[in-house]
């Protein structure tokens, strides 16, 4: 059970070993956690449930029950942002050279059928959050817009059903 998060790394229409598509902060982000849960949060619950074990009885200890099950947590979480980095492919947005198109890291405005504009940065896996516009580049819509240009039209699927979208602007960094 504890191997189960391991193995559902691959995504979705990605063949395994693909890399992951990131922007160096997307990149900064996650090596900073790996950081701070190997270097720092892992040590004090291993003190922590050293500590519980020395007083003896663990069938009863709550110190001890839950500084193992913290510890496998962490041990999952590392081992996963491990997986991640190792196949990470950081993608600069500020270097793109070609920015009349639209790639990985670009900022796109476009209208919808119904006149409204929606901007969106195109982003990695781990990075979208769509409340502040940062959709991955495997969404739909992302999938739609690449390699798009300005006026060109794309088509999306949606729940609702096939939406037309036009690109109204680009840009990165």
Excluded: C
Excluded at 73 to 79: G, L, Q, S
Aim: aromatic share 6%.
């Amino acid at each position: 059970m504890a191997e189960e998060d391991d193995d559902t790394d691959d995504l979705p229409g990605l063949p395994p070993g693909t890399p992951f598509y990131m922007t160096p902060e997307g990149h900064a982000r996650l090596v900073e956690e790996l950081r701070r849960l190997w270097t720092e949060e892992r040590p004090k619950v291993v003190e922590t449930v050293a500590w519980a074990a020395s007083l003896g009885d663990r069938s009863e200890n709550a110190d001890y029950q839950y500084g193992k099950r913290r510890l496998r947590e962490i041990d999952r979480r590392v081992r996963f942002l491990r997986k991640r980095l190792e196949r990470a492919q950081v993608v600069d947005p500020a270097a793109q050279t070609k920015r009349d198109q639209v790639f990985f890291g670009a900022t796109v405005t476009y209208a919808r059928a119904d006149d409204s504009e929606v901007t969106v940065t195109i982003v990695g896996v781990d990075e979208a959050d769509t409340a502040r516009g940062r959709i991955s580049f495997l969404s739909p819509v992302a999938r739609a817009l690449l390699g798009r240009r300005v006026g060109d039209l794309a088509r999306v699927r949606t729940p609702q059903g096939v939406e037309e979208i036009e690109v109204l602007a680009i840009r990165y960094g």
